[in-house]
């Protein structure tokens, strides 16, 4: 069977390939969406945490002979670490100021990360051994769907609506929001506030970090993945608008696709086909596919 | 006023001087192409407090027009200058047009985005020579006439342009065209009230940063006799706003500083540090951003008022 002259094989199995992609752009763009929301800074140094995340992956394995489900779970929590620490030591100082600066500041941290890798790596390709658990392929009739990449996929999807869930169904989320809205009366109702703040912010370079681990077994691990991974998730976020989690999820997911789709159909056009979406949005909706005018 | 006449001519004066004072040529060159990028970029978020984060690829892609049409086409320096100044202006517009439809964090989000955009579109295009780049753009002779071949000769002509670009950046900010940016820049729903057609300036404002850009690039591919990947890179963007930044953003002098220690500080460290010249980068960047947000020339202002303008007493 054939679709537009490409076999329902091909497409299929590009389609998933997109989707894995789309997977790290809405892990990545969600995170942003959250730290925007509630420190009012575009985190530039999220493409650092996400390549952290990868060569933590690595050096936890190859170093410290951890494998990849211990991996899956301390990494994370050692780069949203790193982000805490980034958020006490430097980001706390430009608060009130212009966001601008923010993300100045972390496009700083990112290129101190990104040199400090490259000096320890080098800049060509680390590739991480994929666990054993997750070779093997499922054969759904119509396609063949290696396991790896279902489970990218899948983890992605569960982690993104458990922090949709959170954010917009929950006490702390309403605790979240309350603190986005109106920090000084939030405060007065003792919660606190800064806490609140800085543990947002790690949960969503966590989550860059998770994608990283996840990206690990997928893509060639290399310094500047997360710089060139960012870019591409920053058009993500000026067509979903940053205001919306549901929005940031859906939007990566969706590009992730496109990009997969163009991938069988116009392959020169792969790499900047998320731009021109982009450019499409500014003309026919400026405000963002999920925001506010 | 005098003064700062006296103090320009005084700059001039070194930058003639320069090459006899034991300074090489090619390098001074480059650091004039980066001090004019530098100030085309600090037009835009110094005046009209826009940030973008892609204006590599106005730098790049001029770089790229004009290194191609002397090269391939045979065109003398100053055509594919005037090509290079186009495409970059060209670019502007159709970038600017975008980006200004967003304000804020995202302008700087959708420039980058569309920076990245063009770095694909030059990785995979025909005539940029992909990874290699452009190699071999030969100097050829001004206006068919002047040998550009000595590196003097060259220095005094690109020392020539860069100074009559910075004093039309000059004359742009002190013209009733930039008394308008800078309004918009402090308070556009202000300035809209005030029925000025505020996108249109910022539009207006955008093109002419990216042609200035533009000329830096073509200026650059002229001197090296190369144009490649990293010209129209996101680190070139992002070094570009940290020659602003360091230097004083919203001052005439202030990128032009901040270029020159940079580009100089870069080719001081890339033979003996090798990749931390990044980190070393990023570092400046971080402390500039928590402590030095003024910049130098900036900072000098505030301890030493009397270097700045007063204030016309007469309103």
């Known amino acids: 069977m054939e679709i537009f002259g490409v076999p329902l094989v091909a497409l299929a199995s590009q389609l998933v390939l997109g989707l894995v992609n789309g997977s790290f752009y809405a892990m990545l763009s969600l995170g942003l969406a959250v730290i925007f929301g509630t420190l009012n ?26 494998n990849y489900w211990v991996a899956l779970i301390v990494v994370p929590l ?10 006490r030591g430097l980001l706390q100082w430009l608060r009130g100021l212009d966001p601008l600066y923010g993300l100045l500041l972390t496009f700083g941290v990112s290129l101190i990360l990104e040199g400090i890798l490259r000096d320890a790596y080098g800049s060509s390709g680390r590739s991480y051994p994929r666990p054993p658990a997750l070779n093997g392929v499922w054969n759904l009739g119509f396609m063949v769907l290696p396991i790896s990449r279902a489970w990218v996929i899948g ?3 569960v982690v993104c609506f458990t922090t949709w869930f959170v954010i917009e169904r929950t006490k702390l989320g309403a605790y979240l929001r309350a603190a986005t809205e109106n920090p000084s009366l939030t405060q007065a109702f003792g919660v606190n506030v800064p806490l609140l703040v800085t543990l947002t912010f790690g949960f969503g370079v966590a989550l860059a970090g998770l994608a990283g681990v996840l990206a690990a077994s997928a893509v060639q691990i290399t310094p500047l993945m997360g710089s060139n991974i960012i870019i591409a998730v920053f058009a993500v976020v000026v067509i979903g608008g940053m205001g919306s989690i549901l929005g940031a999820i859906l939007t990566g997911l969706g590009l992730g696709l496109i990009e997969g789709l163009t991938r069988v159909y116009y392959p020169e056009a792969s790499a900047t086909v998320v731009f021109v979406i982009m450019a499409i949005v500014l003309l026919v909706r400026p405000a963002g596919l999920f925001g506010r005018a | 006023m005098a003064a700062r006449i006296g103090l320009f001519a005084l700059v001039v004066l070194i930058g003639i001087a320069a090459p006899f004072l034991g300074l090489y040529p090619v390098l001074l060159m480059k650091l004039l192409c980066f001090a004019l990028f530098a100030c085309a970029f600090n037009l835009l978020i110094g005046f009209v407090g826009l940030l973008s984060f ?3 690829m106005f730098f790049g892609s001029a770089a790229y027009a004009a290194g191609y049409a002397m090269r391939s086409w045979g065109f003398s320096p100053e055509l594919g200058i005037l090509l290079g100044v186009a495409v ?9 047009s975008l980006a200004i439809r967003r304000q804020g964090i995202y302008f700087a989000m959708i420039t980058m985005a569309l920076a990245q955009m063009v770095y694909f ?4 295009a025909p005539f940029t020579g992909g990874e290699d780049g452009l190699q071999g753009i030969p100097r050829g002779n001004l206006f068919g006439v002047i040998s550009l071949q000595s590196d003097l000769t060259l220095y005094y002509v690109v020392l020539a342009m860069v100074v ?11 013209s009733p065209f930039g008394q308008i940016l800078k309004a918009i820049r402090e308070n556009e729903p202000r300035a809209i009230s005030l029925g000025y057609d505020t996108d249109r300036f910022k539009l207006i404002a955008f093109v002419l940063s990216a042609a200035l850009a533009g000329l830096a690039g073509s200026l650059k591919a002229l001197v090296l006799g190369f144009a490649t990947l990293s010209d129209v890179y996101w680190a070139t963007s992002g070094s570009v706003i940290l020659m602003s930044l360091i230097g004083g953003i919203g001052t005439l002098t202030g990128p032009v500083i901040g270029a020159f220690v940079i580009t100089g500080l870069e080719n001081v460290l890339a033979d003996r540090v090798g990749s931390w010249v990044t980190v070393v980068l990023g570092v400046i960047f971080v402390v500039s951003v928590l402590l030095f947000r003024q910049g130098l020339v900036g900072s000098l202002k505030r301890f030493w008022p009397s270097a700045s303008r007063k204030p016309a007493t007469a309103a």
């Open chain 1, 41 to 66: 800074i575009v985190n530039f140094a999220h493409g650092a945490f996400y390549m952290l995340g990868a060569f933590g992956a690595f050096f936890a394995l190859s170093t410290l002979g951890l």
């Open chain 1, 78 to 87: 050692a780069v949203g670490l790193i982000g805490i620490l980034v958020d």
């Open chain 1, 155 to 157: 983890v992605s999807l």
């Open chain 2, 54 to 56: 892609g204006h590599a």
């Open chain 2, 88 to 96: 970059a202006a060209l670019l502007g517009l159709v970038a600017g």
């Open chain 2, 121 to 124: 579109i030059a990785l995979q």
């Open chain 2, 164 to 174: 009559a670009a910075w004093l039309f950046i000059a004359r742009i900010v002190h």
